[in-house]
């Protein structure tokens, strides 16, 4: 019932073994010398659709809800981005909740500006969140 282009998946399955990091894929690009003129991607997720049906649903990415037999001596999370780049999404984003801990805190709009955030940026004065307009 599954077709399955690549399967990657790193074990650990020795009580006596100790290992400081398990990682099931690491992907790289690296750039020594020369020049790329156009993109570096580390990774693409792509859909060649030229035919068929794609009757149940679609996802790019998908991470599972899995459950631990035992506890996480640290942070768990699903996504974690050390990466100073910002992101950028083309469509939608849903979520069930956004815990936003930087939003800057401006008197108003013209301050906000003066402070160069570009318009659409989300700031607060006391505890109204406002956006630049």
Same mark, same amino acid.
């Given at each position: 019932?599954?077709?399955v282009?690549?399967?990657?998946?790193?074990?650990? *399955?020795?009580?006596?073994?100790?290992?400081? /990091?398990?990682?099931?894929?690491? @992907?790289?690009?690296?750039?020594?010398d %020369?020049?790329?003129? *156009?993109?570096?991607? @580390?990774?693409?997720?792509?859909? *060649?659709?030229?035919? %068929?049906?794609?009757?149940?649903? &679609?996802?790019?990415?998908?991470?599972q809800?899995?459950?631990?037999?035992?506890?996480?001596?640290?942070?768990?999370?699903?996504?974690?981005?050390?990466? =100073?780049?910002?992101?950028? /999404?083309?469509?939608?984003?849903?979520?069930?909740n &956004?815990i *936003?801990?930087?939003?800057?805190?401006?008197?108003?709009?013209?301050?906000?500006i003066?402070?160069?955030?570009? =318009?659409?940026?989300?700031?607060?004065? %006391?505890?109204?969140?406002?956006?630049?307009?």
């Open positions: 019932s599954y077709v282009g690549v399967n990657s998946k790193a074990v650990i *399955d020795n009580p006596n073994a100790t290992i400081d /990091f398990l990682q099931g894929q690491h @992907c790289t690009i690296e750039v020594a %020369g020049d790329v003129t *156009d993109n570096a991607m @580390c990774l693409i997720l792509d859909l *060649d659709h030229t035919g %068929g049906n794609i009757s149940g649903d &679609f996802e790019y990415l998908r991470i809800n899995d459950t631990f037999d035992s506890p996480i001596g640290g942070t768990a999370r699903a996504i974690h981005s050390l990466s =100073v780049f910002p992101s950028e /999404f083309g469509g939608s984003i849903q979520a069930e &956004f *936003d801990t930087g939003v800057a805190e401006y008197t108003d709009n013209a301050a906000a003066a402070a160069g955030l570009a =318009v659409g940026t989300h700031y607060r004065t %006391g505890d109204l969140l406002k956006i630049v307009h």
